[in-house]
T-cell receptor, first 113, second 112 residues
Framework: SQKIEQNSEALNIQEGKTATLTCNYTNYSPAYLQWYRQDPGRGPVFLLL?????KEKRKERLKVTFDTTLKQSLFHITASQPADSATYLC????????????FGGGTRLMVKP | EPEVTQTPSHQVTQMGQEVILRCVPI?????FYWYRQILGQKVEFLVSFYNNEISEKSEIFDDQFSVERPDGSNFTLKIRSTKLEDSAMYFC??????????FGPGTRLTVL
């Protein structure tokens, strides 16, 4: 069966460090992958989209990599700040599933000052 | 910056009652979606809508659910006869093309 796995345990890091979050998938051929931020009681906020033929995408302090051989995406936040504390969701669109997003369970990031 | 808006922010209803959740997608977007998130669980796809018809739906989206775009700006989700297990956050999303989806703030539905 198809699975999207994110580290369900919270990630605690010190302010200024780089946070690295992982998204692994199985039995899936995603056309592209998206990362969203979700704060408690709020809707997901789009951050970055990376396509299957792209290795890396950057936006300000954010970087996403996509390895279709390893079936993994890594999401990096450099120079992390307490305001980056949130749950980060990866979401995939399959190459034969229209544009329905399938979400992982999210990883909660806590950045301590 | 344009945003997806949703009303109400919180809806409380009795089991068996009908509810309508409302969304105003971003104005130039063509694709509309509903997702839900039960407390502590993943965001789950319900339905997508394009060109005035449903383009995809999940197993969750059974005969109790329907969607409508009654005018040029609103997009609604109706649940005909609510069950306790329908209690969740319901998110509307819209996209200009088949890529990035922008989500609204959600409606918290509580079924008693």
């Amino acid at each position: 069966s198809q699975k999207i796995e994110q580290n369900s345990e919270a990630l605690n890091i010190q302010e200024g460090k780089t946070a690295t979050l992982t998204c692994n998938y199985t039995n899936y051929s995603p056309a592209y992958l998206q990362w969203y931020r979700q704060d408690p009681g709020r809707g997901p906020v789009f951050l970055l989209l990376i396509r299957e033929n792209e290795k890396e995408k950057r936006k300000e302090r954010l970087k996403v990599t996509f390895d279709t051989t390893l079936k993994q995406s890594l999401f990096h936040i450099t120079a992390s700040q307490p305001a980056d504390s949130a749950t980060y969701l990866c979401a995939l669109v399959g190459d034969n599933a229209g544009n329905m997003l399938t979400f992982g369970g999210g990883t909660r990031l806590m950045v301590k000052p | 910056e344009p945003e997806v808006t949703q009303t109400p922010s919180h809806q409380v209803t009795q089991m068996g009652q009908e509810v309508i959740l409302r969304c105003v997608p971003i104005s130039n977007h063509l694709y509309f979606y509903w997702y839900r998130q039960i407390l502590g669980q993943k965001v789950e796809f319900l339905v997508s809508f394009y060109n005035n018809e449903i383009s995809e739906k999940s197993e969750i989206f059974d005969d109790q659910f329907s969607v409508e775009r009654p005018d040029g700006s609103n997009f609604t989700l109706k649940i005909r006869s609510t069950k306790l297990e329908d209690s969740a956050m319901y998110f509307c999303a819209s996209s200009e093309d088949t890529d990035t989806q922008y989500f609204g703030p959600g409606t918290r539905l509580t079924v008693l």
